[in-house]
Each structure stands twice: as C-alpha cells, then as structure tokens.
C-alpha cells in the first residue's frame, strides 16, 4: 500500500512539471520519484529480513495472569523503523491490554515485546501475534502481514473441594438413586433390595438363588440371601458427553469449563470416600 499523500504529490508535481516545464519543477519531481524508489527498496528489501519468535508457556491455572514474550529479530545491517504488531486475543485467555505495540528495531538487533493475558476458562488455546504492520523509512510503503504466529497454551480446570452436605453432592446422589430405582425395576426387585450375603440352603429355598460355581467348589449349597437398605457397592462413572453444536461458540466454552469444574470435584469428594471413580 502506497502513501495517498505521496501518490498525490507525484500526481501534482507531474501536471505542474507539463502545464510549467521549468527545471527546478522538473527536478523536484523527479527527486519525489527517486524518494520514493529509494523508500520502495529499503521497504521490500528490510521487511524480509524480520524474524518473529514466540516463547512456549507452561499451563496455567484458571484466572492466572501470564505473560507472552515476543522477541523481532532484524537480521539486515539496515536499522527497521516501524514495526506494528497486532496480538491476537483468544477464546479462553483474553487479553487485559490490547494496544497495539511500535517498535523500533536496529540493524542485526533483537527487541522484546511482552503481551498480557488472563487465563479465563480451562481448557485448549492459542494465543500470540494475528497481524503486523510494516512501514518503510519515510512512511510512503506501509504493508499489513497475516503473521498466524501461534503458542498452544493449556488452561488446567478449577479445582473445588465439595462437603458431604455440598448441594451439587445431594444433587448427584439424587440422580444416582434414580439410576438404580429404574435400573431395580427393571429386573422386578424392591428398591430395598439392593445387595446379597450367602447362607446354608435350606428346604423351600428356590434353586435360582444357588449358588452354583461356590458349590461346585466347596460340596455345599449357598444360596443368596438379599439384605434390606444395603446398597452394593460399585465402581462409579462419571461421563462428559459431546456438546452441542447449536450453541454459540462462547457460551459452548463457559458450559464446557463448568462441566470439567463441576465433574472434577465430584470426583474428588468420592476419591477422597474411597470409592472408585472412573471419568470417560
């Protein structure tokens, strides 16, 4: 892109230098083309020799301010005036300044740029420079560039320590016995008969009720014998299901980091009881 004032100074000059051909019109003309030739070379010539170079973060916790580092490196001998850069500000890390930085950069030297961002919601994300704004020595050349250079940054989930008397505890309990009433009617028993010990076989007892791999091993009958109130225990699973696509992206990322949160400390509380849990 081309300095407008520049291109319509040139335009100028070039109808003054024919409507009035006298060599001192003449000859700022063409120093206004030499200049600007001139300006064109150092640009094209210049801007190629930048390199851009983004520190790796280690993951972060949840809130957590951080950091990223952005080092330009000006490999020609030629110093580098104006440099823009544009950070790009991601889904769940956004930025807490969003101005946008110039730097000066010397011949063969290295300038250090630092952008602020807090950690927002967990999970995935990529933050760094989207765009950079070059401008030639005097200003005439000016040349946005798609940098797309990215740093992955993991956002580790929140982690919360739930009371037995906790609502999102009496919540989960109470969806769980659902589970296992629906599961109990199913197989035609009580809600009350959860669990069995064995006992001797006595005369009367049903043959269903045998225990047959324990008397084939041991020579005596065991029957199973139910006992009330008693719940088995077993291992517990905690599921995080696709989400759907409808939802708008953010707010797809907000209920996404309230269910890893919300998942995480009922595995915790139960962990912590000595249940086995197992996430999927």
């Known amino acids: 892109m081309v300095n407008k004032y520049y291109i319509g100074l040139i335009i100028v000059l070039g109808m003054i230098s024919y409507i009035n051909p006298t060599n001192v019109i003449i000859n700022i003309f063409l120093l206004a083309i030499c200049i600007g030739v001139l300006d064109g070379c150092y640009f094209f010539i210049v801007g190629k020799k930048l390199r851009l170079h983004i520190h790796a973060i280690p993951p972060v ?10 080092e330009i490196r000006n490999t020609s001998a030629i ?12 889904e769940r890390i956004k930025l807490t300044e ?29 933050i760094g420079v989207e765009w950079g704004i070059m401008k030639s020595f005097l200003g005439i050349f000016k040349k946005e560039i798609h940098l797309e250079s990215y740093v ?9 320590y739930l009371e037995e008397g906790d609502n999102l505890v009496e919540q989960f309990m109470a969806m769980q016995m659902m589970g296992c009433e ?6 035609g028993l009580n809600g009350a008969e959860i669990g069995y010990e064995l ?8 043959q269903k009720l045998i225990h047959w791999k324990l008397a084939a091993v041991k020579n005596q009958y065991l029957v199973r014998q139910r006992e009330e109130g008693k719940v088995q225990k077993e291992d517990l699973c905690l599921m995080l299901l696709p989400f759907e696509e409808y939802l708008p992206r953010q707010e797809k990322i907000q209920l996404q980091d309230k269910t890893v949160t919300t998942t995480i400390a009922l595995a915790m509380h139960f962990l912590r009881q000595g249940q086995v849990v197992r996430i999927v």
């Open 61 to 70: 916790q949840k809130y957590q301010e951080l950091v990223l580092e952005v």
């Open 98 to 126: 969003k101005n946008n930085m110039a730097l000066m950069i010397g011949r063969k030297q290295t300038v250090s740029y630092q952008m602020k961002y807090q950690a927002k919601y967990s999970g995935q994300d990529f």
């Open 152 to 160: 992955r940054v993991r956002v580790l989930p929140e982690i919360r």
């Open 79 to 90: 110093p580098f005036l104006y440099f823009y850069i544009l950070p790009k500000n991601g």
């Open 199 to 206: 006992r001797p076989y006595r005369e009367g007892d049903s």
């Open 182 to 187: 629906e599961q109990l009617k199913g197989q």
